[in-house]
């Protein structure tokens, strides 16, 4: 039996695909293979991502380069680098799971120098913390303190050498590399251009710090904690303010919790975690905190009350005296009290 | 190709072609399995590849471990410090290679504090020499752009001045190694190849609040000498720091207490998170260092786990009392 010309041809052509199938089979693989190689475990490897890179895609983070906000007499020095969670702490190692644990959604940063004056430079910050809380959270834990506020913005402070702010979903930070009129002024010209240029959700508010009261609170005092309020995990979404009550500076703090039974739950834990942690239970006198059934305890030589009221875990933290703490608790539960009737 | 085509092909020629084609995919299927890694590329840990950093500290001398100077100026306090310890000659030989391993995290201005301060480590590097180093080399391991931090910080050019030679972290630079008795460092990539070359280690580190460990003083700084993805370390702080202090017996630390951070470490930001405390310590007891150092910070020694795990390693001893400090005040 012999083959014709034309079986032969195509038992050839067959045979030549499947060769030619099999080499581009092997050469994908090694492709897919050699692409999911760590190079960062045999020592550096920079990964943040220039704008104009193939890494920039990481959720758009912000539509503009940051160049584009050197104000005049300064210069960009290089291209805007973006960092995302993964690579977060090659830029600020050590504090990435601060913002990381805040909902950190990118960085971008850019350096802008002096055209008329040697080493005089700033770096501008621009995190994208997903939504204002989280921005709120990472400014208010940082807040320096004794140092003015920028009259112009919501959330906002100076110091000596920088400008920190928070821009609806954004933390910014405009860091000088001296204390410098001339780099303070350049810093608040970047100001108004992320003010006016870097589109946010004006409209975005945090309405829970209108909870507290105002007598006695000290300006700007407000922290929130997004995970983690005082060493506890179970304690997530915090506001905090501190008082000056009776010449005592005192905490207080209250989370929303989505209803009663959760609040009270949380309120139960947090206590258990404070006296497993070497703290002790303590009396009081105060008829509005035993109405409350309220938890007063003694955490090394401070006062720590916990009381629930409607949906909210509340109270006061690490005070040093205890009258105070009471009174400070007094005042908190009593506008808690309001809101929770109201949102009834 | 047309040629062939219109031949008239034998069963035998067919077979043998067919044959052929067979063999060379065989021959490429064979050739791919015989290179398959099944497992994913990982780098060489053969146990007499590792490497182990040299043990480069001096003789203890009793009375002479640690001094602390206070004053305002850094290059004073810094040479009464060495001298009180019995002078950079006790530490530095003639034609001795040092290194010099600074704080040079970030790309972050001097007047931050977040680094080693550049007049500092160029002082550091003139005693090297007056005391007849051959060579003094400066080395860090920064992730991020080292150039940079290096430029930024200032400490580039003052190494640049002082004849100090900079060595940037490049891949090759890079050996594993595995800590005896280490929990975390294992088969892990540290900055070697400067290290390796050098006889005496100087660190020279800023005190500074730190988000994770609580502070960053001379053991946090030997985190500098790590490479690949290190920030999984900062899961388990207290460890790392502690493993750090057993990995890296230095010559000398200087712990620089002049200004401290004393806020939102390790980075800072704004000058108003530093605080002058005007200290300098020096100490070939790491841990001691520490321990002082710490209460610069308004800390206590038992406020930062690491050191106790430390001390339990038997890196140094938390109570620098003990080691009798030469203390003195420079004005």
């Given at each position: 039996?012999?083959?014709?010309?034309?079986a032969?041809?195509?038992?050839e052509?067959?045979?030549?695909?499947?060769v030619?199938i099999t080499?581009?089979l092997?050469?994908?693989?090694?492709l897919?293979?050699?692409?999911?190689?760590?190079?960062s475990r045999?020592?550096?490897?920079?990964?943040?991502?220039?704008l104009?890179?193939?890494?920039a895609?990481?959720?758009?983070?912000?539509?503009t380069a940051l160049e584009?906000?050197?104000?005049?007499?300064?210069?960009a020095?290089?291209q805007?680098?973006?960092?995302?969670?993964?690579?977060?702490y090659?830029?600020i190692?050590?504090?990435?799971?601060?913002?990381?644990d805040?909902g950190?959604?990118?960085?971008?940063?850019?350096r802008?120098?002096?055209?008329?004056?040697?080493n005089?430079?700033?770096e501008?910050?621009?995190?994208?913390?997903g939504?204002i809380?989280?921005?709120?959270?990472?400014?208010?834990r940082q807040?320096r303190?004794?140092?003015?506020?920028?009259?112009?913005?919501q959330f906002g402070?100076?110091?000596?050498?920088?400008?920190y702010?928070?821009h609806?979903k954004?933390?910014?930070e405009?860091v000088?590399s001296?204390?410098?009129?001339?780099?303070?002024?350049?810093?608040?010209?970047?100001?108004?251009?992320i003010?006016?240029?870097l589109?946010?959700?004006?409209?975005?508010?945090?309405a829970?710090?209108?909870i507290?009261a105002?007598?006695?609170l000290?300006?700007?005092s407000?922290k929130l904690?997004?995970s983690?309020t005082?060493g506890?995990?179970?304690?997530?979404?915090?506001?905090?303010?501190?008082?000056?009550?009776?010449?005592q500076?005192?905490?207080?703090f209250?989370s929303k919790r989505a209803?009663a039974?959760e609040a009270?739950n949380?309120?139960?834990?947090?206590?258990?975690f404070l006296?497993d942690?070497?703290c002790?239970?303590k009396a009081?006198n105060?008829?509005t905190?035993?109405n409350?059934d309220?938890?007063?305890?003694?955490?090394y030589?401070?006062?720590?009350?916990i009381?629930?009221?409607g949906?909210f875990?509340?109270g006061v933290?690490?005070?040093?005296?205890?009258?105070?703490?009471?009174?400070?608790a007094?005042?908190?539960?009593?506008k808690l009290s309001?809101v929770a009737?109201?949102?009834? | 190709?047309?040629?062939?085509?219109?031949?008239?092909?034998?069963?035998r020629?067919l077979?043998?072609?067919a044959g052929?084609?067979?063999?060379?995919?065989?021959?490429?299927?064979?050739g791919s399995?015989?290179f398959y890694?099944p497992?994913?590329?990982?780098?060489?840990?053969d146990a007499?590849?590792l490497?182990?950093?040299p043990?480069?500290?001096?003789?203890?001398?009793t009375?002479?471990?640690?001094?602390v100077?206070?004053?305002?100026?850094?290059?004073?306090?810094?040479?009464?410090?060495?001298?009180?310890?019995?002078?950079?000659?006790r530490?530095?030989k003639?034609?001795?290679?040092?290194?010099?391993?600074p704080?040079?995290a970030?790309?972050?201005?001097?007047?931050?504090?977040a680094?080693?301060?550049?007049?500092?480590?160029a002082e550091?590097?003139r005693l090297?020499?007056?005391?007849?180093a051959?060579?003094?080399?400066i080395a860090?391991?920064?992730i991020?752009?080292a150039a940079?931090?290096f430029a930024?910080?200032?400490i580039?050019?003052?190494?640049?001045?002082?004849?100090?030679?900079v060595?940037l972290?490049t891949?090759s630079m890079?050996?594993?190694?595995?800590?005896?008795?280490?929990k975390?460092?294992?088969?892990w990539?540290?900055?070697?190849?400067?290290?390796?070359?050098a006889d005496?280690?100087?660190?020279?580190?800023p005190?500074?609040d730190?988000?994770r460990?609580?502070?960053s003083?001379t053991?946090?700084?030997?985190?500098?000498?790590?490479?690949g993805?290190?920030n999984?370390f900062h899961q388990?702080?207290n460890?790392?720091?502690?493993e750090?202090?057993?990995?890296?017996?230095?010559t000398?630390?200087?712990?620089?207490?002049?200004?401290?951070?004393?806020?939102?470490?390790?980075?800072?930001?704004?000058?108003?998170?530093l605080?002058?405390?005007?200290?300098?310590?020096a100490?070939?007891?790491q841990?001691a260092a520490?321990?002082?150092?710490?209460?610069?910070l308004?800390?206590?020694?038992?406020d930062l786990?690491?050191l106790a795990?430390?001390?339990?390693?038997?890196?140094?001893?938390?109570?620098y009392?003990?080691?009798?400090p030469?203390?003195?005040?420079?004005?």
């Amino acid at each position: 039996m012999s083959s014709s010309p034309g079986a032969a041809k195509r038992i050839e052509s067959a045979i030549s695909i499947c060769v030619i199938i099999t080499l581009f089979l092997i050469g994908l693989a090694i492709l897919i293979r050699q692409s999911d190689a760590d190079m960062s475990r045999f020592g550096i490897e920079t990964t943040a991502a220039d704008l104009s890179g193939a890494g920039a895609d990481i959720g758009a983070p912000i539509a503009t380069a940051l160049e584009a906000f050197a104000p005049s007499g300064f210069e960009a020095i290089g291209q805007t680098q973006i960092y995302t969670e993964g690579n977060l702490y090659e830029k600020i190692d050590g504090k990435a799971d601060f913002y990381t644990d805040a909902g950190f959604a990118s960085l971008s940063t850019q350096r802008f120098v002096s055209k008329s004056t040697e080493n005089l430079w700033m770096e501008l910050y621009v995190y994208d913390m997903g939504g204002i809380r989280n921005a709120f959270s990472v400014y208010s834990r940082q807040r320096r303190p004794d140092v003015p506020t920028l009259p112009d913005v919501q959330f906002g402070y100076e110091t000596a050498n920088a400008l920190y702010f928070v821009h609806g979903k954004y933390y910014i930070e405009l860091v000088g590399s001296a204390e410098s009129d001339e780099l303070m002024d350049g810093a608040t010209k970047v100001k108004k251009k992320i003010r006016t240029s870097l589109a946010v959700d004006h409209d975005a508010q945090i309405a829970e710090l209108a909870i507290f009261a105002p007598e006695n609170l000290i300006p700007d005092s407000f922290k929130l904690y997004i995970s983690d309020t005082f060493g506890f995990a179970g304690l997530t979404n915090t506001f905090a303010g501190r008082y000056e009550i009776d010449g005592q500076i005192v905490t207080a703090f209250f989370s929303k919790r989505a209803g009663a039974q959760e609040a009270r739950n949380i309120a139960q834990a947090y206590h258990s975690f404070l006296l497993d942690s070497g703290c002790t239970d303590k009396a009081t006198n105060n008829q509005t905190l035993r109405n409350l059934d309220a938890e007063v305890i003694d955490s090394y030589g401070t006062t720590e009350i916990i009381f629930v009221i409607g949906p909210f875990v509340a109270g006061v933290h690490e005070a040093d005296n205890q009258r105070a703490a009471e009174k400070l608790a007094e005042i908190l539960a009593s506008k808690l009290s309001e809101v929770a009737e109201k949102n009834r | 190709m047309t040629e062939v085509s219109e031949k008239e092909i034998g069963r035998r020629q067919l077979l043998a072609r067919a044959g052929k084609a067979g063999i060379a995919v065989a021959a490429v299927g064979a050739g791919s399995y015989l290179f398959y890694d099944p497992s994913a590329p990982t780098p060489v840990q053969d146990a007499e590849r590792l490497v182990t950093l040299p043990d480069f500290s001096v003789p203890a001398e009793t009375g002479r471990t640690m001094s602390v100077v206070t004053g305002p100026d850094r290059i004073r306090t810094v040479d009464k410090a060495i001298e009180l310890l019995g002078g950079v000659e006790r530490f530095i030989k003639s034609s001795e290679t040092v290194a010099i391993k600074p704080n040079v995290a970030f790309a972050s201005p001097p007047a931050l504090g977040a680094t080693a301060n550049p007049e500092l480590v160029a002082e550091v590097v003139r005693l090297c020499y007056r005391a007849g180093a051959g060579k003094v080399i400066i080395a860090d391991n920064p992730i991020n752009d080292a150039a940079s931090c290096f430029a930024l910080s200032g400490i580039g050019a003052a190494a640049a001045r002082t004849g100090a030679e900079v060595v940037l972290p490049t891949d090759s630079m890079f050996k594993y190694t595995t800590l005896d008795g280490g929990k975390l460092i294992r088969d892990w990539p540290v900055f070697f190849a400067p290290f390796i070359k050098a006889d005496k280690l100087i660190g020279i580190a800023p005190i500074k609040d730190h988000q994770r460990a609580g502070a960053s003083m001379t053991m946090k700084n030997w985190y500098g000498l790590l490479g690949g993805r290190r920030n999984i370390f900062h899961q388990d702080i207290n460890t790392i720091i502690a493993e750090l202090s057993m990995m890296v017996k230095p010559t000398l630390v200087i712990l620089d207490g002049t200004e401290v951070m004393m806020t939102n470490g390790p980075t800072g930001g704004s000058v108003s998170d530093l605080r002058r405390a005007d200290t300098m310590i020096a100490s070939c007891d790491q841990v001691a260092a520490d321990a002082y150092g710490c209460t610069l910070l308004g800390l206590k020694p038992s406020d930062l786990p690491y050191l106790a795990k430390a001390q339990q390693a038997g890196s140094g001893t938390i109570d620098y009392e003990s080691l009798k400090p030469k203390l003195t005040t420079i004005s």
